[in-house]
T-cell receptor, first 115, second 113 residues
Framework: ETGVTQSPTHLIKTRGQQVTLRCSSQ?????VSWYQQALGQGPQFIFQYYREEENGRGNFPPRFSGLQFPNYSSELNVNALELDDSALYLCASSSPRGGLQETQYFGPGTRLLVL | DQQVKQNSPSLSVQEGRISILNCDYTNSMFDYFLWYKKYPAEGPTFLISISSIKDKNEDGRFTVFLNKSAKHLSLHIVPSQPGDSAVYFC????????????FGKGTKLSVKP
């Protein structure tokens, strides 16, 4: 069974640029959630994708957007990067079962630094 | 407004002794609670979870206790091992939250040999 993978592992961008982060879900999982973890904080929910549709969104501006593909892999796009976007971006996959509680399994994360 | 609070930023325990990590929450709608462990440069690893219909769940050395009236949960690790040294996050969500796990800020556990 393959776990959650993310690419790239590290990234350096400058303010105003755009970035795309990628995630492959664990095999058998159809749902992907993205989180931002700032230094010294717990992960904060950005949004979730289920069967290629956005299924919930946290308190993040529209310049954070995403996609999910038919193979359930996902992308997180951030436009007009700001210094505060520097963080660890985590992807988690899960497989909801008709409303039953689900456990999310995380990838290793992408460390983004905005200069 | 933090809905999930881990008030102890760090905890130091001797190898072989019990580690107790605490977590408080404010949202009475939460019905599912999870603990994750995180090593530096890695993503959080799922440890154990508990549904709000239970008050205890065990998995090997790890036990989670839930006190709904106090809105408090704790993770017990017995016996503690040096490899348990990591940051532990408490997280919660509720049916209909659309996957939004709400995390505490974490507690750094150091287990000394």
């Amino acid at each position: 069974e393959t776990g959650v993978t993310q690419s790239p592992t590290h990234l350096i961008k400058t303010r105003g640029q755009q970035v795309t982060l990628r995630c492959s879900s664990q095999s058998g999982h159809n749902t992907v959630s993205w989180y931002q973890q700032a230094l010294g904080q717990g992960p904060q929910f950005i949004f979730q994708y289920y069967r290629e549709e956005e299924n919930g969104r946290g308190n993040f501006p529209p310049r954070f957007s995403g996609l999910q593909f038919p193979n359930y892999s996902s992308e997180l796009n951030v436009n007009a990067l700001e210094l505060d976007d520097s963080a660890l971006y985590l992807c988690a996959s899960s497989s909801p079962r008709g409303g039953l509680q689900e456990t999310q399994y995380f990838g290793p994360g992408t460390r983004l630094l905005v200069l | 407004d933090q809905q999930v609070k881990q008030n102890s930023p760090s905890l130091s325990v001797q190898e072989g002794r019990i580690s107790i990590l605490n977590c408080d929450y404010t949202n009475s709608m939460f019905d599912y609670f999870l603990w994750y462990k995180k090593y530096p440069a890695e993503g959080p690893t799922f440890l154990i979870s508990i549904s709000s219909i239970k008050d205890k769940n065990e998995d090997g050395r790890f036990t989670v206790f839930l006190n709904k009236s106090a809105k408090h949960l704790s993770l017990h690790i017995v016996p503690s091992q040096p490899g348990d040294s990591a940051v532990y996050f408490c997280a919660a969500n509720y049916g209909g939250s659309q996957g939004n796990l709400i995390f505490g800020k974490g507690t750094k556990l150091s287990v000394k040999p």
